[in-house]
């Protein structure tokens, strides 16, 4: 636990130390030090240095921070009920589901125009996102869904290839709106902003609080349903609980950063091949190492292609994919 405490903290340090502008990096931490209470340290920081640092880069790293925790305790938490460790946050809809939100109302935001109190593309991009997954529960558990993860599963594809159908639909209509809508598909958090944080921040802590006191539940389910009711388990509902919790703090950071691939599979996979496969350690470990391995990714985006932006989500995929064909390999191999 120690280490992944200090793996946060050092991937915060280097995320708010490097940038394409701002002071030297060795100055930032006698900066942060110095704004902390009782502690005051000649930094050499300016004014106009520590609102660079504060105000552009730290909201970035948190919220990369938050998107990478939610995101990987997601996957884990997924895998667990599914019994599958292939899964990922995004198995239900809610990917899909926020696709389609962001995608309508980008394509008719100059229609609507700008007077909104809030801005439109995450609220509605988060309300799309929990209605494809509660259809998707509701259509596998019309169909036996909670006796079997199976058909839930497969209502899953059958909605996100339906959502995914829709999405190309209106983009083919809206053709002016496509690389806006791509560059948000793609993920970003260089756009972030401490609203941005105070937004999801209630939304993470509540699920990942949820997740944390269910890891009991989800060490049973994975010796399978009968054995787990045999050990007094009510299954259908824990299920429910951990699904629906996964998939609010999912689909609040999706409709922030847009939609980040794989970090919900190499991370979990990544905290078992260290820590075992009890979700006493995997739980709070996904929290910690997501965060740190959000924050780390996105690092290279924004200093291999300066001044201009590599999203979030080509770099998780740059890690992820070769990731997702080993651990492919692994399995068939111990087959």
């Given amino acids: 636990m120690p280490a992944s405490v200090l793996a946060v903290v050092l991937a915060v340090l280097l995320g708010a130390m490097i940038g394409p502008a701002g002071p030297v990096w060795w100055r930032v931490p006698l900066a942060l030090l110095d704004h902390l209470p009782l ?9 106009r240095e520590w609102s660079i ?30 019994r599958n460790p292939l899964v990922d946050p ?10 389609l939100g962001a995608t309508l109302m980008i394509a008719i935001w100059d229609d609507i125009g700008s007077d ?32 079997t993860t199976s058909t ?14 829709m999405q190309t639909f209106v983009l083919q209509r809206n053709s002016e709106v496509v690389r806006e809508v791509y560059s948000w598909i793609l993920g970003r958090v260089s756009t972030a902003r401490w609203d941005d944080v105070r937004l999801v ?3 993470v802590a509540v699920s990942c609080v949820v997740l944390f006191f269910h890891r009991r539940q989800l060490d049973l389910l994975r010796v399978g349903d009968d054995e787990a009711v045999t050990l007094g388990v009510p299954v259908t509902r824990v299920r429910l609980i951990v699904v629906i919790a996964a998939t609010l703090g999912t ?70 994919a070769p990731f997702f064909i080993v651990l492919l390999r692994t399995r068939e191999i111990s087959r």
């Fill in 39 to 47: 502690i005051s340290i000649d930094s050499g920081v300016t004014d």
């Fill in 53 to 82: 640092i504060w105000d552009i880069r730290m909201p970035r790293v948190v919220l990369a921070g938050l998107v990478g925790a939610m995101l990987s305790v997601g996957g884990a938490s997924y895998q667990g009920v599914f």
């Fill in 90 to 99: 995004y198995l239900l809809g809610a990917a899909a589901g926020a696709g």
């Fill in 116 to 147: 909104w109190p809030v801005d439109p593309v995450p609220a509605v991009a988060f309300v799309f996102a929990l209605g494809a997954v509660a259809i998707t529960y509701l259509v596998g558990a019309s169909f036996g869904g909670m006796r």
């Fill in 152 to 165: 839930l599963v497969l209502a899953g594809v059958a909605m996100v290839s339906l959502l995914t159908a």
């Fill in 201 to 203: 921040f209630p939304y």
């Fill in 251 to 320: 689909a609040a950071v999706v409709a922030v950063s847009g939609l980040i691939g794989f970090v919900g599979l190499v991370v979990p996979h990544m905290v078992r091949l260290v820590a075992g496969a009890s979700y006493r350690r995997v739980v709070p470990l996904t929290v910690a190492f997501g965060a740190a391995f959000l924050i780390l990714a996105d690092i290279p985006g924004r200093m291999l292609t300066a001044p201009a932006e590599l999203p979030i989500g080509v770099v998780t995929a740059f890690v992820g």
